[in-house]
Protein backbone atom coordinates (compact mmCIF):
# COMPACT_ATOMS: atom_id res chain seq x y z
CA UNK A 1 0.00 0.00 0.00
CA UNK A 2 1.14 3.17 -0.86
CA UNK A 3 2.25 5.93 1.82
CA UNK A 4 0.31 8.97 2.94
CA UNK A 5 0.51 11.33 5.12
CA UNK A 6 -2.49 12.81 7.16
CA UNK A 7 -2.85 16.41 7.85
CA UNK A 8 -5.82 17.69 10.16
CA UNK A 9 -7.10 20.70 9.27
CA UNK A 10 -9.94 22.46 10.96
CA UNK A 11 -10.70 19.09 12.93
CA UNK A 12 -10.53 17.28 9.65
CA UNK A 13 -8.43 14.75 8.36
CA UNK A 14 -6.84 15.35 5.12
CA UNK A 15 -4.53 12.50 3.26
CA UNK A 16 -1.49 13.72 1.21
CA UNK A 17 0.02 10.98 -0.84
CA UNK A 18 3.96 10.14 -0.34
CA UNK A 19 6.34 10.25 -3.32
CA UNK A 20 9.39 8.64 -3.20
CA UNK A 21 12.44 9.61 -5.56
CA UNK A 22 15.01 6.77 -7.00
CA UNK A 23 16.93 7.90 -4.26
CA UNK A 24 14.83 7.09 -1.73
CA UNK A 25 13.85 10.83 -0.93
CA UNK A 26 10.84 11.54 0.28
CA UNK A 27 7.93 14.20 -0.20
CA UNK A 28 4.32 14.85 0.39
CA UNK A 29 2.45 15.49 -2.62
CA UNK A 30 0.29 18.77 -2.27
CA UNK A 31 -1.29 18.69 -5.57
CA UNK A 32 -4.44 18.81 -4.48
CA UNK A 33 -4.31 19.75 -0.66
CA UNK A 34 -5.89 23.73 -1.54
CA UNK A 35 -8.60 21.94 -3.48
CA UNK A 36 -9.60 19.44 -1.01
CA UNK A 37 -9.15 21.87 2.27
CA UNK A 38 -8.79 25.60 0.69
CA UNK A 39 -5.21 25.94 2.74
CA UNK A 40 -1.81 26.75 0.84
CA UNK A 41 1.25 25.98 2.16
CA UNK A 42 3.93 28.86 2.94
CA UNK A 43 7.59 28.21 2.20
CA UNK A 44 9.87 31.84 1.41
CA UNK A 45 12.77 30.83 -0.84
CA UNK A 46 11.02 27.16 -1.45
CA UNK A 47 13.48 25.91 0.85
CA UNK A 48 11.02 22.68 1.34
CA UNK A 49 9.28 22.70 -1.91
CA UNK A 50 9.72 20.07 -4.68
CA UNK A 51 8.47 22.06 -7.80
CA UNK A 52 8.95 19.32 -9.95
CA UNK A 53 9.99 15.63 -10.52
CA UNK A 54 13.30 15.82 -12.59
CA UNK A 55 15.64 12.72 -13.75
CA UNK A 56 18.68 14.88 -14.57
CA UNK A 57 20.70 15.34 -11.43
CA UNK A 58 20.81 13.85 -7.68
CA UNK A 59 22.60 16.31 -4.82
CA UNK A 60 23.13 14.77 -1.31
CA UNK A 61 23.60 18.05 0.70
CA UNK A 62 24.39 16.19 3.47
CA UNK A 63 26.82 13.76 2.37
CA UNK A 64 28.16 15.92 -0.39
CA UNK A 65 27.30 13.78 -2.98
CA UNK A 66 26.47 15.42 -6.90
CA UNK A 67 25.66 13.10 -9.67
CA UNK A 68 24.19 14.14 -13.66
CA UNK A 69 22.41 10.90 -14.51
CA UNK A 70 23.68 8.78 -12.36
CA UNK A 71 27.00 9.50 -12.68
CA UNK A 72 29.53 10.87 -10.05
CA UNK A 73 30.71 14.05 -10.83
CA UNK A 74 34.28 13.34 -9.47
CA UNK A 75 34.42 10.55 -12.33
CA UNK A 76 32.95 12.77 -15.14
CA UNK A 77 35.36 15.77 -14.26
CA UNK A 78 38.35 12.57 -14.45
CA UNK A 79 36.99 10.68 -17.63
CA UNK A 80 34.31 12.68 -19.65
CA UNK A 81 34.40 16.20 -21.70
CA UNK A 82 32.25 18.91 -21.15
CA UNK A 83 30.69 18.43 -24.63
CA UNK A 84 29.67 14.70 -23.64
CA UNK A 85 28.58 16.03 -20.29
CA UNK A 86 26.20 18.51 -22.44
CA UNK A 87 25.09 15.42 -24.52
CA UNK A 88 24.72 13.16 -21.67
CA UNK A 89 22.59 16.06 -19.56
CA UNK A 90 20.28 17.28 -22.39
CA UNK A 91 19.61 13.60 -23.69
CA UNK A 92 19.53 11.26 -20.96
CA UNK A 93 22.51 8.96 -21.76
CA UNK A 94 26.32 9.01 -23.06
CA UNK A 95 26.55 9.56 -26.60
CA UNK A 96 27.60 6.32 -28.98
CA UNK A 97 30.96 7.52 -31.04
CA UNK A 98 28.45 8.19 -33.93
CA UNK A 99 26.43 10.45 -31.58
CA UNK A 100 29.16 11.93 -30.42
CA UNK A 101 30.66 12.44 -33.33
CA UNK A 102 27.14 13.96 -35.10
CA UNK A 103 26.46 16.30 -31.95
CA UNK A 104 30.23 17.73 -32.52
CA UNK A 105 29.48 18.88 -35.81
CA UNK A 106 26.51 19.81 -35.26
CA UNK A 107 27.32 22.45 -32.35
CA UNK A 108 30.65 23.16 -34.23
CA UNK A 109 28.35 24.01 -37.55
CA UNK A 110 26.67 26.78 -35.68
CA UNK A 111 29.23 28.38 -34.29
CA UNK A 112 28.68 31.48 -36.52
CA UNK A 113 26.40 34.28 -35.03
CA UNK A 114 24.47 36.68 -37.81
CA UNK A 115 26.60 39.08 -38.58
CA UNK A 116 24.28 42.01 -37.95
CA UNK A 117 24.27 41.28 -34.04
CA UNK A 118 27.71 42.64 -34.32
CA UNK A 119 26.19 45.75 -34.40
CA UNK A 120 24.49 45.32 -31.27
CA UNK A 121 27.52 44.88 -28.87
CA UNK A 122 29.21 48.36 -30.70
CA UNK A 123 26.19 49.97 -29.30
CA UNK A 124 27.04 48.77 -25.82
CA UNK A 125 29.41 51.51 -23.76
CA UNK A 126 32.68 50.00 -23.57
CA UNK A 127 32.43 49.80 -19.69
CA UNK A 128 28.91 47.61 -19.82
CA UNK A 129 28.71 44.14 -17.88
CA UNK A 130 28.99 40.92 -19.75
CA UNK A 131 26.42 39.96 -18.11
CA UNK A 132 23.99 42.41 -19.08
CA UNK A 133 24.74 41.80 -23.24
CA UNK A 134 25.10 38.24 -23.13
CA UNK A 135 21.51 37.69 -21.28
CA UNK A 136 20.48 40.77 -23.78
CA UNK A 137 22.30 38.61 -27.14
CA UNK A 138 20.40 35.24 -26.16
CA UNK A 139 17.35 37.01 -26.05
CA UNK A 140 18.00 38.84 -29.42
CA UNK A 141 19.17 35.95 -30.74
CA UNK A 142 15.45 34.72 -30.97
CA UNK A 143 14.55 37.43 -33.19
CA UNK A 144 17.20 35.34 -36.24
CA UNK A 145 15.50 32.69 -35.59
CA UNK A 146 11.69 32.78 -35.84
CA UNK A 147 11.21 29.59 -37.42
CA UNK A 148 12.68 28.00 -33.33
CA UNK A 149 10.33 30.07 -31.73
CA UNK A 150 7.65 27.08 -30.83
CA UNK A 151 8.66 24.53 -27.46
CA UNK A 152 7.71 21.60 -29.61
CA UNK A 153 9.51 19.06 -27.85
CA UNK A 154 9.52 16.30 -30.40
CA UNK A 155 10.28 18.62 -33.22
CA UNK A 156 13.67 18.40 -35.20
CA UNK A 157 13.37 22.78 -34.61
CA UNK A 158 13.80 21.93 -30.53
CA UNK A 159 17.05 19.92 -31.54
CA UNK A 160 18.69 22.91 -33.57
CA UNK A 161 17.61 25.80 -31.06
CA UNK A 162 19.67 23.26 -28.43
CA UNK A 163 22.92 22.86 -30.96
CA UNK A 164 22.59 26.45 -31.88
CA UNK A 165 22.37 27.89 -28.09
CA UNK A 166 25.20 25.19 -27.17
CA UNK A 167 27.54 26.31 -30.06
CA UNK A 168 26.48 30.11 -29.90
CA UNK A 169 26.27 31.52 -26.76
CA UNK A 170 30.14 30.99 -25.88
CA UNK A 171 31.03 33.05 -29.20
CA UNK A 172 28.21 35.77 -27.84
CA UNK A 173 30.10 35.36 -24.48
CA UNK A 174 33.43 36.09 -26.26
CA UNK A 175 32.51 39.13 -27.96
CA UNK A 176 31.02 40.73 -25.06
CA UNK A 177 34.70 40.49 -23.67
CA UNK A 178 36.28 41.51 -27.51
CA UNK A 179 34.08 44.60 -26.92
CA UNK A 180 34.56 45.62 -23.43
CA UNK A 181 38.61 45.52 -24.44
CA UNK A 182 37.92 47.23 -27.81
CA UNK A 183 39.50 44.22 -29.46
CA UNK A 184 38.10 43.17 -33.06
CA UNK A 185 36.05 39.72 -32.95
CA UNK A 186 37.68 36.64 -33.47
CA UNK A 187 35.73 33.76 -35.09
CA UNK A 188 35.98 30.08 -34.02
CA UNK A 189 38.10 27.43 -36.09
CA UNK A 190 37.10 24.02 -37.08
CA UNK A 191 40.36 21.78 -35.87
CA UNK A 192 39.74 23.18 -32.30
CA UNK A 193 37.36 21.50 -29.60
CA UNK A 194 34.69 23.54 -28.07
CA UNK A 195 36.42 25.01 -25.12
CA UNK A 196 39.55 25.79 -26.79
CA UNK A 197 37.50 27.40 -29.39
CA UNK A 198 36.37 29.36 -26.56
CA UNK A 199 40.34 30.41 -25.29
CA UNK A 200 40.66 31.07 -29.26
CA UNK A 201 38.08 33.28 -29.09
CA UNK A 202 38.59 35.41 -26.02
CA UNK A 203 42.46 34.89 -26.15
CA UNK A 204 43.45 35.62 -30.18
CA UNK A 205 44.33 39.20 -31.08
CA UNK A 206 45.58 40.09 -34.74
CA UNK A 207 49.21 40.34 -33.68
CA UNK A 208 48.85 37.42 -31.31
CA UNK A 209 47.60 33.99 -32.10
CA UNK A 210 46.27 32.12 -28.81
CA UNK A 211 47.73 28.37 -28.08
CA UNK A 212 45.56 26.75 -26.64
CA UNK A 213 47.54 25.45 -23.39
CA UNK A 214 46.79 21.68 -22.32
CA UNK A 215 46.63 22.69 -18.32
CA UNK A 216 44.38 25.42 -18.98
CA UNK A 217 42.14 23.73 -21.57
CA UNK A 218 41.78 20.79 -18.82
CA UNK A 219 41.02 23.03 -16.25
CA UNK A 220 38.13 24.69 -18.17
CA UNK A 221 36.86 22.17 -19.22
CA UNK A 222 36.40 20.37 -15.72
CA UNK A 223 35.33 24.10 -14.58
CA UNK A 224 32.38 23.52 -17.21
CA UNK A 225 31.37 20.19 -16.26
CA UNK A 226 31.60 21.33 -12.54
CA UNK A 227 28.67 24.29 -13.88
CA UNK A 228 26.91 22.09 -16.08
CA UNK A 229 23.76 21.07 -13.79
CA UNK A 230 22.53 21.81 -10.20
CA UNK A 231 19.09 20.89 -10.00
CA UNK A 232 16.43 23.05 -9.46
CA UNK A 233 18.64 26.24 -8.18
CA UNK A 234 17.45 30.04 -8.50
CA UNK A 235 18.53 30.05 -12.07
CA UNK A 236 18.15 26.51 -13.26
CA UNK A 237 14.20 27.39 -11.61
CA UNK A 238 13.93 30.59 -13.57
CA UNK A 239 14.82 29.32 -16.92
CA UNK A 240 11.68 26.28 -15.87
CA UNK A 241 9.69 29.10 -14.85
CA UNK A 242 9.73 30.94 -18.23
CA UNK A 243 9.54 28.17 -19.91
CA UNK A 244 6.38 26.59 -18.27
CA UNK A 245 4.37 30.10 -20.24
CA UNK A 246 5.31 28.07 -23.27
CA UNK A 247 8.08 31.32 -23.68
CA UNK A 248 10.33 29.79 -26.30
CA UNK A 249 13.94 28.89 -25.53
CA UNK A 250 15.99 31.99 -25.87
CA UNK A 251 13.91 33.75 -23.80
CA UNK A 252 14.18 31.27 -21.51
CA UNK A 253 17.76 30.86 -20.85
CA UNK A 254 17.89 34.82 -21.20
CA UNK A 255 16.07 34.93 -18.04
CA UNK A 256 18.36 31.96 -16.91
CA UNK A 257 21.66 34.14 -17.09
CA UNK A 258 19.97 37.26 -15.79
CA UNK A 259 18.79 35.19 -12.24
CA UNK A 260 22.43 34.11 -12.41
CA UNK A 261 24.31 37.31 -11.84
CA UNK A 262 23.41 37.71 -8.47
CA UNK A 263 25.84 37.56 -5.79
CA UNK A 264 24.24 35.08 -3.95
CA UNK A 265 24.13 33.15 -7.12
CA UNK A 266 26.86 32.55 -9.91
CA UNK A 267 27.56 36.28 -9.10
CA UNK A 268 29.42 34.84 -6.01
CA UNK A 269 32.75 34.31 -7.92
CA UNK A 270 33.32 37.96 -8.66
CA UNK A 271 32.17 38.84 -5.35
CA UNK A 272 34.44 36.33 -3.51
CA UNK A 273 37.58 37.90 -5.77
CA UNK A 274 36.58 41.55 -4.63
CA UNK A 275 36.82 40.33 -1.32
CA UNK A 276 39.33 38.31 -1.43
CA UNK A 277 41.44 41.71 -3.07
CA UNK A 278 39.66 43.96 -0.42
CA UNK A 279 41.25 41.51 2.27
CA UNK A 280 44.53 41.51 0.32
CA UNK A 281 44.25 45.19 0.45
CA UNK A 282 43.77 45.70 4.05
CA UNK A 283 46.81 44.15 5.52
CA UNK A 284 45.90 39.79 4.89
CA UNK A 285 43.69 40.06 7.82
CA UNK A 286 41.74 37.73 7.13
CA UNK A 287 40.53 36.95 11.11
CA UNK A 288 38.90 40.51 10.76
CA UNK A 289 36.70 39.35 8.06
CA UNK A 290 35.93 36.00 9.89
CA UNK A 291 34.43 38.53 12.60
CA UNK A 292 32.56 40.77 10.09
CA UNK A 293 30.81 37.74 8.79
CA UNK A 294 29.47 36.58 12.21
CA UNK A 295 28.66 39.75 13.14
CA UNK A 296 24.43 40.20 12.94
CA UNK A 297 25.05 44.12 12.90
CA UNK A 298 27.34 43.79 9.77
CA UNK A 299 25.50 43.03 6.00
CA UNK A 300 29.34 41.66 5.35
CA UNK A 301 29.23 37.81 4.15
CA UNK A 302 31.70 35.63 3.74
CA UNK A 303 31.33 34.99 -0.14
CA UNK A 304 31.61 31.67 -1.60
CA UNK A 305 30.32 30.26 1.92
CA UNK A 306 27.28 28.34 2.50
CA UNK A 307 24.83 26.61 0.48
CA UNK A 308 21.28 26.00 0.41
CA UNK A 309 21.02 22.11 -0.33
CA UNK A 310 24.90 20.79 0.78
CA UNK A 311 25.32 20.92 4.54
CA UNK A 312 28.72 19.38 4.15
CA UNK A 313 31.77 20.40 1.55
CA UNK A 314 30.44 20.91 -1.78
CA UNK A 315 31.98 18.14 -3.70
CA UNK A 316 32.18 20.74 -6.56
CA UNK A 317 34.83 22.99 -4.13
CA UNK A 318 36.72 19.76 -3.35
CA UNK A 319 38.03 19.37 -6.77
CA UNK A 320 38.39 22.89 -7.71
CA UNK A 321 40.62 23.30 -4.83
CA UNK A 322 42.78 20.46 -5.97
CA UNK A 323 43.16 22.04 -9.15
CA UNK A 324 43.91 25.43 -7.70
CA UNK A 325 46.90 23.97 -6.03
CA UNK A 326 47.74 22.02 -9.35
CA UNK A 327 47.38 24.32 -12.15
CA UNK A 328 48.45 27.52 -10.15
CA UNK A 329 51.90 25.71 -9.73
CA UNK A 330 52.20 24.31 -13.52
CA UNK A 331 51.46 27.77 -14.62
CA UNK A 332 54.19 29.65 -12.29
CA UNK A 333 51.43 31.81 -10.46
CA UNK A 334 51.94 32.69 -7.04
CA UNK A 335 48.51 34.40 -6.23
CA UNK A 336 48.78 35.81 -2.30
CA UNK A 337 44.36 35.66 -2.92
CA UNK A 338 44.84 31.83 -2.72
CA UNK A 339 46.56 32.24 0.75
CA UNK A 340 44.07 34.77 2.37
CA UNK A 341 41.31 31.79 0.91
CA UNK A 342 43.06 28.93 2.25
CA UNK A 343 43.41 30.69 5.27
CA UNK A 344 40.02 32.11 5.50
CA UNK A 345 38.50 28.37 5.06
CA UNK A 346 41.18 27.05 7.96
CA UNK A 347 39.53 29.45 10.01
CA UNK A 348 36.23 29.37 9.09
CA UNK A 349 36.45 25.61 9.44
CA UNK A 350 36.81 25.17 12.96
CA UNK A 351 34.58 28.43 14.19
CA UNK A 352 31.50 27.54 16.21
CA UNK A 353 29.89 30.18 14.29
CA UNK A 354 30.19 28.29 10.75
CA UNK A 355 30.28 24.71 12.12
CA UNK A 356 26.70 24.92 13.58
CA UNK A 357 25.62 26.64 10.86
CA UNK A 358 27.49 24.08 8.35
CA UNK A 359 28.37 26.55 6.09
CA UNK A 360 31.82 25.16 3.91
CA UNK A 361 33.24 26.98 0.78
CA UNK A 362 30.91 26.01 -2.44
CA UNK A 363 31.82 26.08 -5.97
CA UNK A 364 32.30 29.65 -6.45
CA UNK A 365 35.05 29.85 -3.60
CA UNK A 366 37.90 28.27 -5.37
CA UNK A 367 37.02 29.15 -8.99
CA UNK A 368 37.57 32.48 -9.24
CA UNK A 369 41.37 31.62 -8.41
CA UNK A 370 41.59 29.21 -11.12
CA UNK A 371 39.88 32.11 -13.79
CA UNK A 372 41.93 34.79 -12.75
CA UNK A 373 45.09 32.35 -13.44
CA UNK A 374 43.82 31.71 -16.55
CA UNK A 375 43.97 35.45 -17.38
CA UNK A 376 40.29 35.79 -17.15
CA UNK A 377 38.80 39.53 -16.07
CA UNK A 378 36.87 39.53 -12.89
CA UNK A 379 33.69 40.48 -14.65
CA UNK A 380 33.56 37.75 -17.15
CA UNK A 381 33.36 35.17 -13.99
CA UNK A 382 29.93 34.97 -14.25
CA UNK A 383 29.79 34.45 -17.90
CA UNK A 384 31.99 31.94 -17.32
CA UNK A 385 29.19 30.24 -14.84
CA UNK A 386 26.56 30.63 -17.71
CA UNK A 387 28.45 29.15 -20.55
CA UNK A 388 29.19 25.94 -17.67
CA UNK A 389 25.72 25.94 -16.53
CA UNK A 390 23.91 26.39 -20.19
CA UNK A 391 23.44 22.49 -21.12
CA UNK A 392 21.73 22.06 -17.54
CA UNK A 393 19.22 24.73 -18.03
CA UNK A 394 18.54 23.55 -21.36
CA UNK A 395 18.09 19.88 -19.95
CA UNK A 396 15.39 21.10 -17.17
CA UNK A 397 13.79 22.80 -20.13
CA UNK A 398 13.89 20.17 -22.46
CA UNK A 399 12.62 17.51 -19.62
CA UNK A 400 9.55 20.29 -18.48
CA UNK A 401 8.14 20.68 -21.97
CA UNK A 402 8.32 16.79 -22.63
CA UNK A 403 6.24 15.94 -19.24
CA UNK A 404 2.87 16.09 -19.91
CA UNK A 405 2.08 16.80 -16.40
CA UNK A 406 3.55 20.21 -16.38
CA UNK A 407 1.49 23.34 -15.48
CA UNK A 408 2.58 27.05 -15.59
CA UNK A 409 4.49 27.82 -12.30
CA UNK A 410 2.28 30.12 -10.54
CA UNK A 411 2.99 30.22 -7.50
CA UNK A 412 0.20 31.17 -4.31
CA UNK A 413 0.68 33.69 -1.56
CA UNK A 414 -1.00 34.61 1.94
CA UNK A 415 -2.18 37.96 1.50
CA UNK A 416 -0.94 40.17 4.54
CA UNK A 417 -2.09 43.83 3.19
CA UNK A 418 -4.82 46.18 3.86
CA UNK A 419 -8.76 44.78 3.58
CA UNK A 420 -11.02 46.59 1.91
CA UNK A 421 -11.28 50.20 1.77
CA UNK A 422 -12.79 53.56 -0.06
CA UNK A 423 -10.89 55.73 -2.12
CA UNK A 424 -10.44 58.58 -0.03
CA UNK A 425 -10.29 61.76 -2.93
CA UNK A 426 -6.62 63.36 -3.00
CA UNK A 427 -7.95 66.54 -1.14
CA UNK A 428 -8.92 64.95 1.78
CA UNK A 429 -5.34 63.05 2.09
CA UNK A 430 -3.72 64.14 4.99
N1 LIG B 1 28.69 34.22 5.71
C1 LIG B 1 28.22 34.39 6.97
N2 LIG B 1 27.07 33.84 7.44
C2 LIG B 1 26.36 33.10 6.58
C3 LIG B 1 26.78 32.89 5.25
C4 LIG B 1 27.98 33.46 4.83
N3 LIG B 1 28.43 33.29 3.57
N4 LIG B 1 25.87 32.10 4.62
C5 LIG B 1 24.91 31.84 5.51
N5 LIG B 1 25.20 32.43 6.72
C6 LIG B 1 24.42 32.35 7.96
C7 LIG B 1 23.15 33.18 7.86
O1 LIG B 1 23.37 34.51 8.31
C8 LIG B 1 22.22 32.39 8.76
O2 LIG B 1 22.59 32.67 10.10
P1 LIG B 1 21.45 32.69 11.27
O3 LIG B 1 20.90 31.28 11.31
O4 LIG B 1 22.18 33.09 12.50
O5 LIG B 1 20.43 33.71 10.81
C9 LIG B 1 22.60 30.93 8.49
O6 LIG B 1 23.99 30.99 8.09
C10 LIG B 1 21.78 30.25 7.41
O7 LIG B 1 21.91 31.00 6.21
P2 LIG B 1 20.72 31.37 5.20
O8 LIG B 1 21.02 32.73 4.62
O9 LIG B 1 19.42 31.15 5.88
O10 LIG B 1 20.93 30.25 4.10
P3 LIG B 1 20.26 30.23 2.66
O11 LIG B 1 20.14 28.80 2.32
O12 LIG B 1 19.04 31.07 2.61
O13 LIG B 1 21.34 30.94 1.72
C11 LIG B 1 23.32 31.28 0.46
C12 LIG B 1 22.34 30.25 1.04
C13 LIG B 1 22.56 32.34 -0.34
C14 LIG B 1 24.27 30.56 -0.51
C15 LIG B 1 24.11 31.93 1.61
O14 LIG B 1 24.86 30.95 2.29
C16 LIG B 1 25.03 33.05 1.12
O15 LIG B 1 24.58 34.19 0.99
N6 LIG B 1 26.33 32.73 0.83
C17 LIG B 1 27.24 33.72 0.27
C18 LIG B 1 26.99 33.90 -1.22
C19 LIG B 1 27.47 32.72 -2.04
O16 LIG B 1 28.56 32.22 -1.86
N7 LIG B 1 26.63 32.31 -2.99
C20 LIG B 1 26.94 31.21 -3.92
C21 LIG B 1 26.11 30.01 -3.64
S1 LIG B 1 26.58 28.66 -4.66
C22 LIG B 1 25.90 29.04 -6.16
O17 LIG B 1 24.88 29.63 -6.29
C23 LIG B 1 26.61 28.60 -7.27
Not at 33 to 43: E, I, R, V
Not at 113 to 122: Q, S
Not at 137 to 158: D, G
Amino acid sequence: MSEHAKLILDGQPVELPVVVGTENEKGIDITRLQANSGYLTLDPGYANTGACKSAITFIDGDKGILRYRGYDIAELCEKSTFMEVSYLLINGELPTPEEFARFKDKVLLHSLIHEDMKNFFNSYPGHAHPMAILSSMVCSMSVYHPELLKPNPNAKETSQTITRLLSKVRVLAAFAYKRSVGEAFVYTRPELDYVSNFLHMMFTTPMRPYEPNETIRKAMDVLFILHADHEQNCSTSTVRMVGSSKANLFASISAGVCALWGPLHGGANQSVIEMLEDIERDGCNYRKYIEKAKDKNDPFKLMGFGHRVYKSYDPRAVILKKYCDQILEQLGINDPILDIAKGLEEVALTDPYFIERKLYPNVDFYSGILYRAMGFPTNMFTVLFALGRLPGWIAHWKEMIEDPTTRIARPRQIYVGPTVREYVPASQRA
